[in-house]
Nanobody, 125 residues
Framework: QLVESGGGSVQAGGSLRLSCTVSDYTYSDICVAWFRQAPGKERERVASIYRGGSTYGSIYYDTSVKGRIAISRDTANNKVYLQMNSLNPEDTSMYYC??????????????????WGQGTQVTVS
């Protein structure tokens, strides 16, 4: 139901845009988040967007990426994007998109996300 694309290898300072296609219409207008997990580390939320992201507090960025990434949503095409700029080697991870059915906000914990994509690898050298 969730399919990521857009990962790859990039030089430090470069950019990538990840795309998440949400095929289940049920999740097309609620919370979608991007997580990442590096080898030996816990999965962490990078960014999330609730509905269209136009209301206060409906977009979240982790402090490690704030100012360098932007999450956006194309509701008409059921896609959520993660534009990542000024990438550095610490951003190297498997990136996953996930959807939550909770109403009103995007949760922090991975256990509150019912659906996950297969992941797309981002490598920064």
């Amino acid at each position: 139901q969730l399919v990521e694309s857009g990962g790859g290898s990039v030089q430090a300072g470069g950019s990538l845009r990840l795309s998440c296609t949400v095929s289940d219409y049920t999740y097309s207008d609620i919370c979608v988040a991007w997580f990442r997990q590096a080898p030996g580390k816990e999965r962490e939320r990078v960014a999330s967007i609730y509905r269209g992201g136009s209301t206060y507090g409906s977009i979240y960025y982790d402090t490690s990426v704030k100012g360098r990434i932007a999450i956006s949503r194309d509701t008409a095409n059921n896609k959520v994007y993660l534009q990542m700029n000024s990438l550095n080697p610490e951003d190297t991870s498997m990136y996953y998109c996930a959807a939550s059915a909770l109403i009103g906000f995007c949760p922090r914990a991975t256990g509150n996300y019912e659906h996950w994509g297969q992941g797309t690898q981002v490598t920064v050298s």
